[in-house]
């Protein structure tokens, strides 16, 4: 596939409530599809020996989020026009049943993703459409991080 | 690809690895990403997880309901774009 990729990571703390790490979609001014390749799941610190259910989700607006620029994987292309953020202060707005994946996932486990071409995660062209990376667990209160590469 | 006698497909859409750390166990699994939800969709031989298969566009789904009608991933993200054109129309009267 032909365009730019880009790569980006966030985290966030774990919380009884699904709290989101990354997302990645279109800015508030020019909209483009991002074809996510690949992905990244995994916890920070120590750990304890518990597990949390992973989802990427559809999100129709990317909420208020620490900004995160997003790493040019080739140094010639023009800076990411997708918008990424971490740390979610403010969830976005998630897609009713629109997980494209889960994974439950030890905390002392990572799990990584990878599409092979014309299978990626496609987003639309719409302003604030993207995908969000989120976690939720009953009592641990570590850090985890989602990392995401995309073609745009 | 993941064990290629037993685990994988004949045509992956992904590759996924689980690595978890303290013990060294590293699973591996192809993945396929349904042509209709564009969900990533992890093959497990035997799990009993029931799938489907489009004739029309040549591959598995994922087994939802929503699913069984062949629309193809490519028409649903062209209607969400033209309604969000649509609203950006309307918007500026």
Redesign the interface.
């Given at each position: 596939m032909a365009g730019a990729r880009y790569s980006a990571s966030g985290n966030q703390t774990l919380t009884t409530t699904f709290t989101t790490a990354l997302t990645v979609g279109s800015n508030a001014t020019t909209?483009q599809?991002n074809f996510i390749t690949s992905f990244l799941f995994g916890n920070e610190g120590t750990p304890a020996d518990l597990v949390s259910v992973w989802t990427?989700q559809r999100v129709t607006a990317l909420g208020t989020a620490t900004l995160v620029t997003a790493t040019k994987r080739d140094p010639a292309d023009r800076v990411a026009q997708a918008a990424c953020g971490e740390n979610h202060s403010v969830e976005p707005t998630y897609t009713a049943?629109?997980?494209?994946?889960e994974?439950p996932?030890?905390h002392?486990?990572?799990?990584?993703?990878?599409?092979?071409p014309?299978?990626?995660?496609?987003t639309?062209?719409?302003?604030g459409?993207g995908i969000g990376f989120k976690a939720l667990h009953a009592s641990a209160v570590t850090d985890f991080r989602a990392e995401a590469v995309w073609v745009e | 690809m993941a064990n290629i006698n037993r685990l994988s497909m004949r045509r992956?859409?992904?590759?996924?690895?689980?690595?978890?750390?303290?013990l060294g166990?590293l699973e591996e699994h192809d993945?396929?990403?349904c042509p209709h939800?564009?969900?990533?969709c992890?093959v497990r031989p035997g799990s009993g997880t029931h799938r489907g298969f489009c004739f029309r566009c040549n591959g598995p789904t994922c087994g939802g309901n929503?699913c069984q009608v062949c629309v193809p991933?490519e028409r649903k993200?062209e209607a969400?774009?033209n309604?969000?054109r649509l609203h950006r129309l309307m918007e500026r009267g």
């Open positions: 909209a599809r990427a049943a629109e997980e494209v994946h994974s996932i030890n002392r486990g990572t799990y990584r993703w990878m599409a092979m014309g299978d990626e995660i496609v639309p062209a719409t302003v459409a | 992956p859409g992904g590759y996924g690895v689980l690595t978890f750390e303290p166990i993945t396929f990403t939800c564009n969900k990533v992890i929503r991933f993200l969400m774009e309604r969000y």
